[in-house]
């Protein structure tokens, strides 16, 4: 007698649902959850994997996607030729990596001596290059059918973007309140597209998706435990992009779509798709490993590079015993680590250069901006202007929470993807302006009625033809003017908005949202934290920051990561708003933080694509600091026309050394153009996390690749504070960093590809072309020009500047940190001050790190 899912037992059944559910979170374990681009979060693709060593994630990734996890051996050797990557750098990671190679007796070849180390440069330079990693891990359809296998793609593809669609269609898939799989179970059998077999059989199938994958499995012959778990994660790897956005999805409250019912129909499509008449019984892949060539070719291809034209057979013998203890998959990681060696060197040379004498004199102003590295060059150049301290902090500003703007129904969720906000806060009108908040509120519904009948217009089949006959005469001009003054068009559409909707003085009242032990706790926080807890200035400016782009889907990627992937001005506001409260410093001076009567707290934004910094709340400030404010405004418009001039420097159609108001034009300009695919590099280049106080980078200049994150170990003898920015801020900096890192180095696999061909789907994400995966990671305009890179692809280096055995203690209690450490996802150093020498962290302890000897 057969048995099938209909005559299994009810308990039974629930038991079976139980273990098939169990075995897809394991499958789903090599993948990351990826947001979608309205709130865009950078993140590991590879952080399911963690766990793993970083050498063991890259060799399963190149498995599971064909994915290359190091830049590939021509471009190391082109660095190599350029001096990015010296002798000396290769000749350390050797040593490093594979120390028993290195230690090998020298050979003699023709007369002349050579060492271990210069036959393994020789292969690093000049040895054959292996083929790229293919997937291994197939389904049954792209094992038999790649045809059917695009088919099956094609089928996922356009029922997920049905229905994961946000509301940005007219059309709504029907049913799509009960669920996806419910949806898809009822209206599949119609697709006239598939075969007539194949919608007969769709409408049998059974009401649990649970039940319809195992249904779909065993038709396919596909076994239990470890095989369908491998076999469930090739069908998870398949397309990836769309997997990991239901993984997150499914996490969201009120989901009705997870990976169960992602997987009850791929797989039953395929199931059905497939001519099922010769299925195999087993389903181990049968991809083989990759040719890379004989030992004796390598031991050849290095004598000759060594300038020997033949080799004796106990020459060869030695050459190949040498090379033997290098594997040619292991050479990427040994350019990997002297890539990242020569730029970590230089840095802590630098590090080591004498510094500016500390200021004891009050500071006319204080400013604490994120710990981005676009932040890095504005401080620079705003302490460079005046008697100015500044510090880094997450720019969410420890205010974690739903922020409701004005007359906006949704909230921005503004915090870290660490953290779940539960506060509420909302923006009101000035109570002194209630009439022009009125006039505020009623132009912003007129300008959303407006938009959103434009966009449904748009959306609708017949609409857009009467919508051209209507709006046509107007639209060419307005093209016209977004493309050749794009700066001036802004301009216009901002005085326009104005009038329609006059601006309104508004607060973000937090006494409304939190009480005063909330408050309270919020600013010891974030004062303690960043280390300001004593020598406040009559100005402290509490600057977040956004970008201002055009007709860019990624728009929220050059936003603020720590407030969700929105500006950081509300936080801030809501951060000053609570540290001028009277009552919040009542308590915190009985906490020892004494906050001067005359020191005011004034919330700001900076422009990262326009270099422009906006003193936010003005209203607010009191007229006893208002000449304080205008000097620093004064400063921070220098300072931003100075980074302007820096920074633009490096964007390809930039004017050549332009003067700092030129550059300052330019960068406004490329904001405002629609066109503009370059409109800043975001964090390219990012390499590096600096936990100290700003006296270890004063006058440094860090080219904005160092995330700066205050800390004074003297003022944190339980490392509380050293802890949470282990825990927090380093993690996400991770996640930017391997965004960045995997981004640039399998741009066809972990990033968007490019912009030029760029679909997107509602606020989701971008596909390349009409269809395909979801594209999970940046743009490759966010890390290159044409073929030259822009980011260079390294591991995070963590500095922190406190006592080792604090370090120890946080790494041993928080498994996340210790997995980052000990599999060489990051680099931890550590030192107490700048006289002392740094240690690296690794799985065995604490080791001396040397600084000397690198060549820039």
Same mark, same amino acid.
């Given at each position: ?43 590991? !693709? ?6 793993? !060593? ?125 669920? +996806? ?211 880094? $902090?997450?720019?969410? +500003? ?66 857009? $033809? ?87 889907? +990624? ?104 003067? !700092? ?88 696999? +972990? ?106």
């Amino acid at each position: 007698m057969t048995v099938t899912v209909d005559t299994v037992p009810v308990d039974q059944r629930a038991v079976e649902r139980a273990q098939l559910r169990a075995e897809i979170s394991v499958a789903a374990r090599v993948l990351t959850p990826v947001w979608p681009l309205s709130s865009f979060i950078a993140v590991n !693709p590879l952080g399911g994997l963690e766990h793993r !060593p970083f050498d063991d994630a890259l060799a399963i990734a190149g498995d599971l996607y064909g994915a290359c996890g190091t830049l590939g051996e021509t471009e190391f050797r082109a660095a190599h030729a350029t001096g990015r990557i010296t002798k000396a750098d290769l000749s350390e990671a050797l040593e490093r990596r594979f120390p028993d190679a290195v230690a090998a007796a020298p050979v003699e070849v023709d007369g002349r001596v050579h060492t271990a180390v210069e036959i393994l440069l020789a292969d690093l330079v000049h040895g054959s290059i292996p083929p790229a990693p293919a997937r291994r891990l197939l389904t049954l359809s792209e094992r038999r059918c790649a045809r059917t296998a695009a088919a099956i793609d094609a089928q996922t593809v356009k029922w997920c973007s049905a229905y994961l669609d946000p509301g940005q269609a007219s059309w709504t898939l029907p049913g799509r309140a009960r669920g +996806f799989y419910p949806a898809w179970a009822d209206l599949a059998p119609r697709d006239p597209r598939l075969p007539a077999a194949a919608r007969r059989a769709l409408r049998d199938l059974p009401s649990d998706p649970a039940d319809a994958l195992s249904k779909a499995l065993a038709r396919l012959g596909v076994g239990h435990g470890g095989e369908r778990i491998a076999y469930l994660r090739a069908h998870l790897t398949r397309l990836p992009g769309w997997a990991s956005h239901i993984l997150w999805h499914s996490n969201t409250p009120g989901s009705t779509i997870d990976l169960v019912d992602y997987l009850a129909v791929r797989v039953s499509y395929e199931a059905h798709l497939l001519d099922t008449t010769e299925l195999p019984t087993r389903t181990a892949p049968p991809v083989p490993d990759r040719p890379s060539g004989t030992a004796t070719d390598r031991a050849h291809r290095a004598a000759q590079a060594l300038g020997t034209t033949g080799l004796d057979p106990d020459a060869e013998a030695s050459i190949v015993r040498i090379l033997d203890r290098l594997p040619v998959d292991s050479r990427p990681l040994v350019w990997l680590d002297a890539y990242e060696t020569h730029y970590r060197r230089g840095l802590l040379e630098e590090l080591d250069q004498p510094v500016p004498a500390p200021n004891l004199t009050r500071a006319d102003a204080q400013l604490v901006l994120c710990i981005d590295p676009r932040s890095e060059g504005l401080r620079r150049h705003l302490e460079a202007l005046g008697n100015y301290d500044t510090f880094g $902090f997450a720019g969410f +500003f420890a205010v974690a929470s739903r922020i409701h703007a004005l007359a906006n129904g949704v909230p921005a969720i503004a915090a870290p993807a660490l953290v779940t906000p539960h506060i509420d806060l909302y923006e009101q009108p000035d109570p002194t302006a209630l009439t022009e908040s009125q006039r505020h509120i009623a132009g912003l519904h007129t300008l959303a009625a407006t938009t959103d009948a434009v966009h449904t217009a748009k959306a609708d089949l017949a609409a857009p $033809f009467a919508l051209a006959e209507i709006l046509g005469w107007a639209s060419g001009p307005v093209a016209a003017a977004k493309t050749i003054a794009p700066r001036r068009y802004r301009r216009w559409r901002t005085r326009t908005r104005s009038r329609i909707a006059p601006p309104a003085r508004t607060v973000i009242d937090t006494a409304g949202g939190l009480g005063l032990d909330q408050r309270v706790q919020i600013a010891e926080t974030a004062l303690t934290v960043m280390g300001l807890t004593t020598g406040f200035a009559r100005l402290v400016v509490f600057c977040g920051h956004g970008a201002n782009t055009e007709n860019n889907p +990624f728009h929220s990627a050059l936003a603020c990561g720590a407030c969700g992937g929105n500006p950081g001005g509300p936080n801030a506001r809501a951060a000053v708003d609570i540290l001028n409260d009277t009552e919040v410093r009542g308590k915190l001076l009985s906490r020892g933080i004494d906050i001067p009567d005359d020191t005011w707290f004034v919330a700001a934004e900076h422009d990262t694509t326009g270099d422009r910094v906006t003193i936010l709340d003005r209203h607010r400030v009191p007229d006893t600091h208002r000449n304080d404010l205008d000097r620093l405004t004064t400063d921070l418009a220098e300072a931003g026309r100075r980074l302007a001039a820096e920074r633009t420097s490096l964007l390809p159609g930039a004017p050549d050394r332009p003067g !700092p108001h030129a550059a300052a034009r330019h960068a406004r300009t490329r904001s405002a153009d629609w066109a503009q695919v370059y409109p800043e590099w975001g964090l390219a280049g990012n390499a590096a996390f600096i936990i100290g106080p700003r006296a270890v980078t004063a006058g440094i200049d860090l080219r904005r690749r160092c995330f700066l994150h205050s800390y004074n170990p003297d003022d944190d003898p339980t490392a509380t504070a050293l802890e949470t920015i282990l825990t927090a801020p380093v993690i996400v900096a991770q996640w930017i960093n391997c965004q960045y890192y995997f981004s640039t180095v399998a741009p066809d696999t +972990f990033g968007a590809g490019t912009k030029t061909t760029h679909n997107v789907v509602g606020g989701i994400g971008v596909l390349t072309g009409p269809a395909g995966d979801l594209r999970t990671g940046l743009p490759w305009q966010s890390v290159a020009v044409g073929n030259r890179l822009v980011h260079e692809p390294m591991r995070l280096l963590v500095l922190a500047y406190a006592p080792r055995e604090r370090i120890d203690t946080i790494v041993a209690r928080n498994p996340k940190v210790r997995d980052l450490v000990d599999n060489h996802w990051i680099t931890l150093l550590a030192r107490t001050d700048r006289s002392s020498p740094w240690h690296h962290r690794t799985r065995s302890g604490w080791s001396p790190y040397p600084t000397n000897g690198a060549q820039r």
